[in-house]
């Protein structure tokens, strides 16, 4: 027996509020992937672990709030609570390798391809593995062509995010790259979707294992709540974040940096390594103590 799939029960509500979480993730982790490629130093790797964790949490909290209006008529639908929160891990880990290639390796075309490549199948694992996390008594199918177009717009799309959180800098700019980031999230996985089909078997309207879209809704709260209130510490404790340096694509002898890459530490010049600078560096008191 085919079922009856409906993918926007509740209307405009939860494509609206998936999209506007995906920004939010997006926006959140361009900002901090952005600050670490000010800061060289300690804190790069934090800087690279928050963006992950936020573009990683934002993409599945969009996609559990948009399967909340996906029903099937003939079958309630459940969900099981080990796979669903794996499908998280498996996005935030994913993301973070991918920012992780290009925060340390920067714009090239190499660092974007593959960075892009690993965080957009990433993203496609999360929805598919997800979507195995379903419980109705059917059986879910896909249409191949359109699961390979999902997952080819989900690695254009991470591939430019990739790029986007490397070279744009600005707040405004980086505002409008969340926003097209939030669009090409929710087009993956709406395009996902459109490949479903449901076969039932037994009687219609047995239900499923697992635990329920409404019951999912509390922890899936939880995302929006910790996304609002970092995104508040951060800005409190680094305004730099928000609103950027206006000289910060200069390096501190005035020279302009590559694109893409970190600015030079002081007393370091052009193509020379950073360890090298580090030696020829003034050593504090060495003017008084004439051992420089």
Do not use: N
């Amino acid at each position: 027996m085919q079922g009856t799939v409906d993918g926007f029960s509740y209307g405009l509500v939860t494509p609206v509020a998936a999209y506007v979480m995906a920004c939010l993730g997006g926006a959140l982790g361009l900002r901090c992937t952005t600050r670490s490629i000010r800061d060289g130093g300690s804190f790069k790797p934090g800087w690279l672990a928050l963006g992950a964790t936020a573009i990683g949490s934002g993409i599945w909290t969009m996609h559990f709030i948009a399967m909340m209006g996906f029903t099937v008529a003939e079958a309630p639908v459940g969900y099981d609570r080990p796979t669903t929160f794996a499908s998280l891990a498996v996005a935030i880990v994913m993301a973070g390798i991918g920012i992780f290639i290009v925060g340390y390796r920067g714009a090239t075309r190499m660092a974007l391809v593959t960075g892009g490549t690993i965080t957009g199948l990433g993203v496609a694992s999360m929805h598919y593995l997800g979507m195995a996390g379903m419980r109705l008594q059917g059986r879910v199918e896909y249409d191949t062509l359109t699961v390979v177009l999902s997952v080819v717009i989900a690695v254009v799309a991470a591939t430019w995010a990739l790029w986007a959180a490397v070279m744009v800098h600005s707040f405004l700019a980086s505002l409008g790259a969340s926003l097209v980031m939030g669009i090409a999230v929710s087009g993956m996985h709406y395009t996902g979707m459109a490949a479903v089909s449901v076969h039932l078997h037994g009687a219609a309207g047995s239900a499923g294992t697992g635990e329920s879209a409404a019951t999912l809704l509390a922890p899936m709260l939880v995302g929006p709540v910790v996304f609002l209130l970092l995104a508040a510490v951060v800005v409190m404790f680094d305004p730099l974040l928000v609103m950027g340096r206006p000289d910060w694509q200069q390096s501190p002898q005035g020279i302009p940096a590559r694109p893409g890459v970190p600015a030079q530490r002081a007393g370091q010049r052009r193509g020379q390594p950073a360890a090298w600078a580090a030696d020829r560096s003034p050593r504090r008191g060495s003017q008084q103590s004439g051992d420089w």
